[in-house]
C-alpha cells in the first residue's frame, strides 16, 4: 500500500478491501465487488461515518442478535481459568518473557466494558462464559479473510505461572508469540465462548464494537453502502501488542483489593503463604473483620521442622493476638529457642472484642527494612492514616528478609473471645513495578 497524504492523523491507503468472513455469531455480509472503490482510511474524530444520519454514535450496542432470543442476559466475563490446546501451548516461550524475532499480542478481557458486552448479549448469556480467544487476520494478497479457526491463531491464557505473583493479578489476558511479520496487515481479535461460538472485534454490523471508534491503529475500508473497521500491523508495535477487546485501551486499570473477587482474596492469600515475600522493600498484609476473629500466623525460615509438629519449624516472627488478655504478643524461635518477646503498646487494635456481627476492618501489616521488621495496625483496609507503627525491631537470630520461606496461620489461644478459624486473607506488595512488564 501507499499513503496518498502526508498528514498522520488522516492518512487514505491503498490496501486489499476485506472483511471478517469466518463464523461469528451473526452472519456475515457479502463481500464488497470487486469495481468498489479500493480506499481505506484512518481514523480520526473528523472522519464522516455512514451510520451518523440514521443511528447515534452508540445505536449499534443495542441491536438483538438473530441466533438468540430477544432480551437475553449480558453476563459477566467468568474468570478464564481455561486450559489450552498443546499446539497453543507450544507457542508460549519456555520462559515466558519476550525474545527477539518474535511478536508477542496479549489480549485482556477483564475491563470489557459494559457497551461492548451489549454488542453481543447473547454472546455473553446466562450459562456461557468467555473460554478462548484467536487472531484473526487479512494479509496482503491472501485469498483467506479473517478466519476464526485458522490453524495456528489461538491464544494461550495468562496463568500465574507464567507472570509470578503481581498485585491485583489480572484475569482474563491471553497471549500468543508468533514470528514478527506473521501478520501483515489487517487484523483483530476474536473471542470464543463455551458454546464454541465467535465474537469479532473487527468489521462491520451492529456487532462489531471497533465500529466508529478511533483507535490509533485502525482503518476504515468504505464502499457506497458501508464501512468496515479493522487494526492495521503498519500501525503496530512490532515486539508487543497489547489491547482491551473491543477498545483502543491497551491495560485494564489497577483495582483497589476491595474490589477483587472471591477467587482473586483466595489466589493472592495462596501466593503469600507458599511464596512470601523475602526481599527488602516487599510488604505483606493479613486483613479482616473483627467479628470474624484475627488469626495467629508465623513466618517461617528453614530449619528445625518435624513431621509430627507444624509448629516446631524456625519462626522470624511468631504473631499471637489475645482479644481476652488485651494484647498482641510476638517472639521469635530458632532451634526451640525462644527470643525476643513483646507486648504491642497501647489497647488492643482490632475492633470489637466479642462482637461476631462486627464489621470492623482490621489490619496488619509487615515492611521488611533492611535491617528491621516493621509491624502496623491499621483500623481500615485501605486507609493507610489509620496505620500506626507497633514495632520497628532488628530480625531476631542474625536473620536477614532473605531467610524468609513462607508462612503459616493459626487459630490462635483457645481462650480468645473471638476465635479465627484461622484461615486469614492475605495480599503482597514487591519493591518496583507490581506488574510483570511481559504481560
Known amino acids: 500500500f501507499r499513503c496518498s497524504s502526508p498528514d498522520s492523523h488522516r492518512r487514505v491507503l491503498e490496501v486489499e478491501p476485506s472483511k471478517p468472513e469466518a463464523r461469528r455469531v451473526t452472519p456475515p455480509e457479502a463481500h464488497p465487488p470487486p469495481h468498489l472503490s479500493t480506499t481505506y482510511a ?19 450496542t443495542t441491536v438483538t442478535l438473530r441466533r438468540f432470543a430477544a432480551g437475553a442476559a449480558v453476563a459477566a466475563v467468568a474468570t478464564l481459568g481455561v486450559l489450552s490446546s498443546p499446539e497453543a501451548t507450544r507457542r508460549v516461550q519456555s520462559a515466558f518473557g519476550l525474545t527477539p524475532g518474535q511478536t508477542r499480542y496479549i489480549l485482556r478481557t477483564r475491563c470489557m466494558s459494559d457497551y ?41 491464557p495468562v496463568t500465574i505461572d507464567m507472570t509470578g505473583y503481581e498485585w491485583d493479578w489480572e484475569e482474563g489476558r491471553f497471549l500468543i508469540d508468533l514470528p514478527t511479520g506473521t501478520l501483515d496487515n489487517e487484523w483483530g481479535f476474536a473471542l470464543v465462548n463455551s458454546a464454541g461460538e465467535y465474537f469479532y472485534e473487527v468489521g462491520s454490523g451492529a456487532d462489531a464494537p471497533l465500529w466508529g471508534q478511533t483507535c490509533r491503529d485502525l482503518m ?10 479493522n487494526r492495521l500491523m503498519s500501525l503496530e508495535a512490532t515486539d508487543k501488542i497489547e489491547y482491551v477487546f473491543g477498545s483502543c485501551d491497551n491495560t485494564c486499570p489497577e483495582r483497589n483489593f476491595m474490589d477483587w473477587s472471591d477467587s482473586q482474596r483466595a489466589l493472592a492469600t495462596q501466593q503469600v503463604l507458599e511464596n512470601t515475600p523475602n526481599e527488602v522493600g ?6 479482616g473483620y473483627a467479628g470474624d476473629g484475627v488469626c495467629q500466623f508465623d513466618i517461617l525460615v528453614p530449619g528445625h521442622e518435624s513431621a509430627t509438629d507444624q509448629y516446631a519449624q524456625n519462626r522470624i516472627m511468631h504473631f499471637a493476638p489475645s482479644d481476652s488478655r488485651d494484647y498482641v504478643h510476638t517472639n521469635a524461635k530458632k532451634d526451640g529457642a525462644w527470643e525476643g518477646e513483646q507486648n504491642w ?58 531467610d524468609i520461606s513462607g508462612v503459616q496461620t493459626a487459630m490462635g489461644y483457645e481462650d480468645n473471645y473471638l476465635r479465627s478459624d484461622g484461615q486469614c486473607d492475605f495480599y503482597a506488595k514487591y519493591p518496583g513495578a507490581q506488574k510483570n512488564a511481559d504481560f
Not at 138 to 145: A, D, I, Q, R, V
Not at 369 to 381: D, G, I, L, R, V
Open 220 to 229: 476504515r475500508y468504505d464502499s457506497p453502502t458501508d464501512q468496515w473497521f
Open 282 to 287: 516487599a510488604e505483606f498484609t493479613m486483613y
Open 42 to 60: 484512518v481514523m480520526d474524530e473528523t472522519t464522516t461515518l455512514l451510520r451518523e444520519s440514521n443511528m447515534s454514535s452508540r445505536g449499534w
Open 345 to 402: 503498646p497501647g489497647a488492643w487494635p482490632f475492633g470489637p472484642k466479642n462482637d461476631p456481627s462486627s464489621k470492623f476492618e482490621w489490619r496488619v501489616k509487615i515492611l521488611l527494612k533492611e535491617t528491621t521488621m516493621q509491624t502496623f495496625a491499621c483500623s481500615s483496609w485501605t486507609d493507610d492514616s489509620t496505620c500506626e507503627v507497633k514495632s520497628d525491631r532488628p530480625y531476631p537470630f542474625g536473620w536477614s528478609p532473605s
Open 116 to 156: 461492548v458486552k451489549a454488542a453481543n448479549p447473547g454472546f455473553f448469556r446466562e450459562g456461557t462464559s468467555v473460554t478462548g480467544a484467536r487472531l484473526v487476520r487479512h494479509n496482503l494478497g491472501s485469498p483467506s479473510f479473517f478466519l476464526a479457526d485458522e490453524a495456528g491463531m489461538e491464544m494461550t
